[in-house]
């Protein structure tokens, strides 16, 4: 007969199990699958709002050898939702449109280990916002090698301040408690001259700070979100959009440092890849993405979905 867990026993088996899932891929804020198709677009001048939500459901866990699933069962549910702004200028620099966007989630974070009788959540709770004060547009008209159509390019600077809910070792944080800086290169390209065809490339790289009250910096990641499909109906069409698809990789490039850092954490570096399908309507302003993660290691794992609606404003 089977020994039932102690208490200490199932204390060291979470204990595990959040020291991987705190690993940079879920330790990150960067909000993977945020784009795809149309990555390197951005919008014609004007005031745009919409709300945007995004949940995983994580029920791997995978080890620090690469695609090795070390545990499966428990499941860790993420989601997070909130409203979007943008503006872009008819102000020009270096020949390029200047935007600024921000976005302000709310999250939660449930964990459920039923072998266990274990059963939480962080409740929800304002997260950390993220604030793009330069954000940089341009639009090729002429054709390019490869590109007959164009291409449209999007330079953006972005940061996370310290928002939301955070207290060092507390279990119901939904901030990280990490200030963090970002630099963004995206790229849409047209693979036809009706434009009908594109593919997208959008490259972002995260400098972390120290998590506040700790001594734990979380490994920089690097990643590339990307898009190819072809759109659909005639401009004029409400019921317009594109279709195709979408994904993403991300890889921890630096190594987590800190006392206060799990010693696991700190001897690995995680990594993470997804894909699936993309689908746009309303005149692209609802997108709807579904992500499969496969491969990683050092990192939870479990599909995941990113809805987005967003509308100009008349100003």
Do not use: C
């Not at 039932?4 to 199990?17: E, Q």
């Not at 919409?50 to 499941?75: C, L, N, R």
């Not at 290169?185 to 434009?195: A, E, G, I, Q």
Request: cysteine-free; proline content about 7%.
């Amino acid at each position: 007969m089977r020994p039932k867990s102690t208490p200490k026993i199932a204390a060291l088996i979470v204990s595990a199990m959040l020291a991987i899932a705190a690993s940079t891929s879920a330790q990150q804020l960067i909000l993977k699958g945020a784009f795809g198709m149309n990555g390197g677009v951005m919008p014609p001048p004007g005031l745009y709002a919409g709300m945007f939500g995004a949940v995983g459901w994580q029920d791997e866990i995978v080890g620090p050898a690469p695609d090795k699933t070390v545990f499966h069962g428990p499941s860790l549910t993420q989601d997070a939702f909130g409203p979007v702004v943008q503006y872009v200028s008819s102000f020009k620099i270096f020949g390029a449109n200047y935007g600024a966007m921000a976005a302000i989630p709310v999250a939660n974070i449930a964990f459920d280990f039923p072998r266990l009788d274990l059963n939480d959540s962080t409740g929800q709770a304002l997260s950390q916002v993220w604030i793009i004060p330069v954000m940089l547009g341009w639009h090729h008209a002429d054709p390019l090698p490869l590109a007959p159509g164009g291409a449209d390019f999007t330079f953006h600077y972005a940061f996370y301040p310290v928002t939301g809910r955070y207290t060092a070792g507390a279990l119901n944080n939904t901030s990280l408690g990490m200030f963090t800086n970002e630099v963004s290169f995206r790229l849409t390209s047209y693979f036809d001259k009706d434009r009908a065809w594109q593919g997208s490339a959008s490259l972002f790289y995260d400098f972390n700070g120290k998590k506040k009250d700790l001594d734990w910096k979380t490994g920089n990641p690097f990643t590339y979100m990307w898009g190819l499909g072809r759109t659909y109906g005639s401009s004029d069409s409400l019921f317009s959009g594109w279709v195709g698809a979408a994904g993403y990789a991300q890889w921890q490039v630096t190594s987590t440092t800190g006392a206060d850092a799990p010693a696991i954490v700190r001897d690995n570096k995680s990594q993470i890849l997804a894909a699936g399908p993309e689908f746009a309507t309303l005149k692209g302003a609802l997108v709807i993405r579904y992500l499969w993660q496969f491969g990683g290691k050092f990192t939870t794992r479990g599909p995941g979905l990113y809805v987005q609606f967003a509308m100009p404003l008349p100003i």
